[in-house]
């Protein structure tokens, strides 16, 4: 595809919920690249849009009207099937809650995606992303044997084992103390400076975004700005002229 830099591009996207006198419109008229190989943050107050935002830049929601493009293919075209599939296939998600499998080991609740898809693992593969987030010595476990760091590095694990195009991630470090969210952050970024995946997360963090390439500001269900280079004090004062958080 010439040209294509964008992970993910989103033309005109809005979002109602609802109808008539109840409608709420979450999303009006986003339109904003996700640029491959980038860690990007998307941050703005509490009901400006963020998880609406993600939900549909993600292919977990359809917008009520206007375009998501996952590299070069048009979600909104997609059956349910197949979008099923391809957020399968070449999207990683991990959320706030690891949502693990109590009674599978670490490596098997990181390789569940693929035997859900009827595929096996590459071995080489699997040996790195275990090794990239740090649990080669805890295969055999079982979640409830781990810390809540080590849970969420099992989800980012199982998130990067379909070798996705992107990986999405919402308030990925909302139930870890600040250690332990930075040592996972840290991870996600060296994610894609080592091994050039593309992140997306989602955050009420100001410290939690400054570990991203760049910050996305949404308002009122609008993207306002991009801040390139973000610094925790930058972020916190941006938002501030945003309204409540
Ligand atoms: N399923 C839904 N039905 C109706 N309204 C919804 C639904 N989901 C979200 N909304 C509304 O859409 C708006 C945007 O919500 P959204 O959850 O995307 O914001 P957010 O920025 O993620 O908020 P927060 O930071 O509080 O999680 C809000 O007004 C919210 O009440």
New binding site residues.
């Given amino acids: 595809m010439v040209g294509q830099d964008h992970a993910v591009r989103l033309a005109g996207v809005t979002k109602v ?2 109808a008539g006198d109840s409608a ?1 419109t ?1 999303l009006r008229g986003v339109s904003l690249e996700l640029r491959r190989g980038r860690f990007t943050a998307v941050m ?10 993600l939900h549909c830049a993600a292919g977990l929601d359809r917008p009520t009207s206007g375009s998501v493009l996952l590299g070069g293919t048009e979600l909104s075209g997609l059956k349910e099937k197949a979008l099923t599939e391809l957020r399968r296939d070449r999207i990683g998600f991990v959320f706030q809650a690891y949502n693990l499998v109590p009674s599978l080991t670490v490596l098997d609740n990181i390789t569940l995606p693929l035997r859900f898809a009827g595929r096996t693992a590459d071995a080489a593969w699997l040996r790195e992303i275990v090794g990239r987030v740090g649990l080669d010595q805890h295969l055999k476990r079982r979640p409830n044997q781990l810390s809540g760091g080590q849970q969420q590095r099992v989800a980012v694990a199982r998130a990067l084992v379909s070798r996705p195009e992107v990986v999405f991630a919402d308030e990925p470090t909302g139930a870890l103390d600040m250690r332990t969210g930075a040592e996972v952050l840290t991870l996600l970024r060296r994610l894609v400076d080592e091994a050039g995946q593309t992140v997306v997360m ?1 955050t ?1 963090d100001p410290v939690a975004a400054a570990h991203a390439h760049s910050v996305l500001f ?1 308002a009122d ?1 609008r993207f306002v700005e991009e801040m390139p280079s973000p610094t925790p004090e930058r972020v916190a004062a941006r938002m501030t002229t945003l309204g409540e958080w």
């Fill in positions: 919920y609802g709420v979450a703005g107050p509490s009901g400006s849009g963020k998880s609406t935002f989602v009420h949404l269900g």
